[in-house]
Nanobody
Framework: QVQLVESGGGLVQAGESLRLSCAASGTIFSIAAMGWYRQAPGQQRDLVTTISSGGSPFYTDAVKGRFTISRDNAKNTVYLQMNSLKPEDTGVYYC????????????????WGQGTQVTVSS
Protein backbone atom coordinates (compact mmCIF):
# COMPACT_ATOMS: atom_id res chain seq x y z
CA GLN A 1 0.00 0.00 0.00
CA VAL A 2 2.78 2.42 0.90
CA GLN A 3 6.36 2.29 -0.32
CA LEU A 4 9.31 4.28 0.94
CA VAL A 5 12.31 4.45 -1.37
CA GLU A 6 15.62 5.85 -0.12
CA SER A 7 18.48 7.08 -2.25
CA GLY A 8 21.74 8.97 -1.90
CA GLY A 9 23.94 6.66 0.13
CA GLY A 10 27.53 5.93 -0.75
CA LEU A 11 31.17 5.84 0.30
CA VAL A 12 32.81 9.06 1.43
CA GLN A 13 35.81 10.15 3.45
CA ALA A 14 35.59 11.66 6.90
CA GLY A 15 34.66 15.33 6.76
CA GLU A 16 32.69 15.03 3.53
CA SER A 17 28.95 15.33 2.96
CA LEU A 18 26.06 13.23 1.66
CA ARG A 19 22.39 13.93 1.07
CA LEU A 20 19.81 11.20 1.49
CA SER A 21 16.29 11.29 0.09
CA CYS A 22 13.24 9.19 0.88
CA ALA A 23 10.09 9.35 -1.22
CA ALA A 24 6.80 7.86 -0.04
CA SER A 25 4.23 6.65 -2.56
CA GLY A 26 1.02 4.64 -2.66
CA THR A 27 -2.21 5.04 -0.70
CA ILE A 28 -1.46 8.18 1.31
CA PHE A 29 -3.92 10.64 2.79
CA SER A 30 -1.41 12.36 5.03
CA ILE A 31 1.94 11.78 6.72
CA ALA A 32 2.68 12.78 10.29
CA ALA A 33 6.26 12.36 11.52
CA MET A 34 9.04 11.21 9.22
CA GLY A 35 12.47 10.18 10.35
CA TRP A 36 15.81 8.55 9.75
CA TYR A 37 17.30 5.65 11.65
CA ARG A 38 20.75 4.09 11.44
CA GLN A 39 21.84 0.51 11.91
CA ALA A 40 25.56 -0.07 12.26
CA PRO A 41 27.02 -3.56 11.68
CA GLY A 42 26.06 -5.85 14.54
CA GLN A 43 24.04 -3.12 16.25
CA GLN A 44 20.37 -2.35 16.72
CA ARG A 45 18.54 0.22 14.64
CA ASP A 46 18.81 3.61 16.37
CA LEU A 47 17.03 6.90 15.88
CA VAL A 48 19.01 9.64 14.15
CA THR A 49 16.49 12.41 13.54
CA THR A 50 12.79 13.08 13.04
CA ILE A 51 10.65 15.87 11.63
CA SER A 52 7.00 16.63 12.31
CA SER A 53 4.43 17.36 9.65
CA GLY A 54 4.83 21.05 10.52
CA GLY A 55 8.60 20.91 10.02
CA SER A 56 9.82 20.78 13.61
CA PRO A 57 13.02 18.72 13.78
CA PHE A 58 14.52 16.57 16.51
CA TYR A 59 18.15 15.48 16.47
CA THR A 60 20.07 13.09 18.64
CA ASP A 61 23.15 14.55 20.29
CA ALA A 62 25.43 12.51 18.03
CA VAL A 63 24.33 14.38 14.90
CA LYS A 64 23.18 17.76 16.22
CA GLY A 65 24.93 20.56 14.37
CA ARG A 66 26.08 18.28 11.53
CA PHE A 67 22.88 16.80 10.08
CA THR A 68 19.81 18.63 8.81
CA ILE A 69 16.45 17.00 8.19
CA SER A 70 13.85 18.59 5.92
CA ARG A 71 10.71 17.54 4.09
CA ASP A 72 8.59 18.45 1.10
CA ASN A 73 5.01 17.62 1.99
CA ALA A 74 3.79 18.12 -1.58
CA LYS A 75 6.18 15.39 -2.71
CA ASN A 76 5.85 13.17 0.39
CA THR A 77 9.63 13.27 0.59
CA VAL A 78 12.07 13.65 3.45
CA TYR A 79 15.72 14.60 3.12
CA LEU A 80 18.79 14.23 5.30
CA GLN A 81 21.77 16.49 4.67
CA MET A 82 24.79 15.01 6.40
CA ASN A 83 27.85 17.21 6.79
CA SER A 84 31.18 16.68 8.53
CA LEU A 85 30.68 12.93 8.37
CA LYS A 86 32.56 10.71 10.79
CA PRO A 87 33.44 7.00 10.59
CA GLU A 88 30.95 6.35 13.40
CA ASP A 89 28.17 7.59 11.10
CA THR A 90 28.65 4.43 9.02
CA GLY A 91 25.63 2.16 8.72
CA VAL A 92 22.46 1.44 6.84
CA TYR A 93 20.11 4.42 6.97
CA TYR A 94 16.40 3.65 7.05
CA CYS A 95 13.57 6.07 6.40
CA UNK A 96 10.40 5.85 8.48
CA UNK A 97 7.02 7.51 8.03
CA UNK A 98 3.76 7.51 9.99
CA UNK A 99 1.07 7.41 7.32
CA UNK A 100 -2.68 7.95 7.43
CA UNK A 101 -4.08 5.92 4.54
CA UNK A 102 -7.53 7.43 4.03
CA UNK A 103 -9.67 10.30 5.31
CA UNK A 104 -12.03 7.75 6.84
CA UNK A 105 -9.49 6.29 9.23
CA UNK A 106 -7.73 8.37 11.87
CA UNK A 107 -5.16 5.66 12.47
CA UNK A 108 -1.54 6.11 11.44
CA UNK A 109 0.58 3.20 10.22
CA UNK A 110 4.38 3.06 10.42
CA UNK A 111 6.31 2.21 7.25
CA TRP A 112 9.99 1.61 6.58
CA GLY A 113 12.18 1.94 3.54
CA GLN A 114 14.61 -0.73 2.40
CA GLY A 115 17.66 1.17 3.64
CA THR A 116 20.63 2.81 1.99
CA GLN A 117 24.25 2.18 2.92
CA VAL A 118 26.45 5.02 4.13
CA THR A 119 30.12 4.28 4.64
CA VAL A 120 32.55 6.87 5.99
CA SER A 121 36.23 6.04 5.79
CA SER A 122 38.82 7.59 8.07
Amino acid sequence: QVQLVESGGGLVQAGESLRLSCAASGTIFSIAAMGWYRQAPGQQRDLVTTISSGGSPFYTDAVKGRFTISRDNAKNTVYLQMNSLKPEDTGVYYCNADVRLTRYSGRYHSYWGQGTQVTVSS
